[in-house]
Each structure stands twice: as C-alpha cells, then as structure tokens.
C-alpha cells in the first residue's frame, strides 16, 4: 500500500491510464472483429469500410503506449493482405 502523497497519487495515475489504455484495446479488437465478420460473410463493401476503420484505430493505438508503431503496421498489412484475398477469390 502506498504512503507517501506521491505514491498515492502514482496509483491513481496508474488505474486512470489503465482503464483508458484496455478501453483503447478493447475498441480495437471489437473494431477488428466487425471487419472478420464482413469478410466472412463476403460483404465486400462493408469490409472495406471496416478495415479503413481499423487502419484508423491502429494507427491511434499504435502512437500510444497501448500498442508498438510497428506491431500496429503488422497488422494492418496481415488484414489488408486478408481483404485483398477475398477480393480477389470474388472477383474470379
């Protein structure tokens, strides 16, 4: 248990940065998964929509703490490279 006023005041820090950074990553992954579930139901059009909409949230999360710059370009490249197969299975 912290003492000193500073200590306590860490804490408080901490758990405010904590709900924010797990709001981040949780908005993330529902984000992703609106994205795998368009793919999956071969909605084309709304996947795209979707993927621009978790290129954004990468990109935020990834200029935070939550999430390393490059960790968040991996995997905007591994879902857009996702889209793009599907496209193209559709348009054969």
Do not use: P
């Not at 200590?7 to 904590?18: C, F, G």
């Not at 709900?19 to 992954?29: D, G, H």
Request: net charge positive; aromatic share 2%; proline share 0%.
């Amino acid at each position: 248990m912290a003492h000193s006023l500073s200590a306590k005041k860490r804490v408080r820090q901490t758990e405010v940065r904590r709900a924010r950074n797990q709001a981040r990553r949780s908005a993330l992954k529902t984000q992703i998964r609106k994205f795998e579930d368009a793919l999956r139901n071969n909605d084309l059009g709304q996947a795209a929509v979707e993927l621009k909409t978790v290129h954004k949230r990468l990109d935020q999360t990834g200029n935070t703490s939550v999430m390393h710059r490059n960790a968040a370009a991996r995997k905007k490249s591994r879902l857009t490279k996702r889209y793009n197969r599907v496209a193209a299975a559709a348009a054969q």
